[in-house]
């Protein structure tokens, strides 16, 4: 595992172009911000379209039921990195990125 995360089972869902977004989450009918990633995982030589949520502040363990991904901002585009290890440092960096989205979002409601 690069970073722990959520993935998605979609169906018949309306998804944007593929990248990493600043993400909010519906697991367990509460809501989680997160970074996700709607992509082909091509560091892993993906080839099937995946869309893999990181939740900020979460630690539970989940193996089934029902999720709702509200997307927010478009942090980057997908790409292919040379490692894994290459790979979770900019996850680490995307995963930052959406909590300083959400920090500005914050500051700007009140």
Do not use: C
């Amino acid at each position: 595992l690069v970073v722990p995360t959520l993935n998605l089972a979609y169906e018949q869902e309306l998804l944007p172009g593929r990248g990493v977004y600043a993400t909010e989450v519906v697991v367990g009918g509460k809501l989680y911000r997160a970074a996700t990633n709607v992509g082909l995982r091509p560091t892993f030589q993906g080839h099937v379209l995946t869309v893999e949520s990181h939740l900020l502040d979460f630690s539970e363990e989940v193996t089934s039921g029902t999720m709702e991904v509200h997307f927010w901002k478009w942090l980057r585009d997908e790409k292919r990195f040379p490692s894994p290890e290459e790979l979770r440092r900019q996850v680490l960096r995307d995963i930052e990125r959406a909590r300083h989205f959400f920090t500005l979002l914050d500051r700007r409601r009140r």
